[in-house]
Nanobody, 119 residues
């Protein structure tokens, strides 16, 4: 089971750190991805980190977002800096055996955490 947390309301230019914690599984054997979905829009890939630490980032967040993992804590983090109003969405984390920008790569999904960026 995955639990995403850390969302909230922040002004444009601010920062938030999202956490994705796993229970009942060994996170270190899995890749983890972050996706987001804004109202009326399709789910969009944000970032992913493989079990070996390889990373993927969407072009829209490169240079602003960083994904890291702490296998000892069974947690993956998404550090979001220089937030923009267009980053407003529900953010979901997901786990799979590999990483990719496609949602079908992932087999387990968390419940999502709301991020709202005000202008």
């Amino acid at each position: 089971q995955l639990q995403a947390s850390g969302g909230g309301l922040v002004q444009a230019g601010g920062s938030l750190t999202l956490s994705c914690a796993a229970s009942g599984r060994t996170f270190s054997n899995h890749g983890v991805g972050w996706f987001r979905q804004a109202p009326g829009k399709q789910r969009e890939f944000v970032a992913a980190i493989s079990r070996n630490g390889g990373k993927l980032l969407a072009g829209s967040v490169k240079g602003r977002f960083t994904i890291t993992r702490d296998n000892a804590q069974n947690t993956v983090y998404l550090q979001m800096n220089s937030l923009k109003p267009e980053d407003t969405a529900v953010y979901y984390c997901a786990a799979g055996w590999d990483i990719a920008a496609t949602p079908s790569t992932y087999v387990d999904w968390g419940q999502g955490t709301q991020v709202t960026v005000s202008s």
